[in-house]
């Protein structure tokens, strides 16, 4: 059985940077394609990126595109998010998820995480 755990969210400054990590146990995480979904009270969750697993090709929403960057460390067994030129807007809980295939569905999702909490603000 898959599990995810998030890790590396905080508090920044707006036009900081922090890196999300994704650490898979259970089964390989190169078996699954990984999302990055974000929640703010009140409102469902919203996929901000998403891994393939076969050719590793990325989506990102237009709001975080040239400002995140997802990658996978297959030997780490991890997927990481980089967020860098941070906004208020991104404050957020953070999750990952993990399915066959790409989606920005979270209801199409298999396996979750946690969440960690990042906090843009001055």
């Known amino acids: 059985q898959l599990q995810l755990a998030e890790s590396g969210g905080g508090w920044v400054q707006p036009g900081g940077s922090l890196r999300l990590s994704c650490a898979a146990s259970g089964s390989a995480l190169d078996d699954y394609a990984v999302g990055w979904f974000r929640q703010v009270p009140g409102r469902g969750r919203e996929g901000v990126s998403c891994i393939r697993r076969s050719d590793l090709s990325t989506t990102y929403i237009e709001s975080v595109k040239g400002r995140f960057r997802i990658s996978r460390d297959v030997a ?34 298999d396996y979750w995480g946690q969440g960690t909490q990042v906090t843009v603000s001055s």
């Open 76 to 109: 780490k067994n991890t997927v990481y998010l980089q967020m860098n030129n941070l906004k208020s807007e991104d404050t957020a809980v953070y999750y990952c998820a993990a399915r066959a295939r790409c989606s920005s569905l979270a209801d199409d999702f």
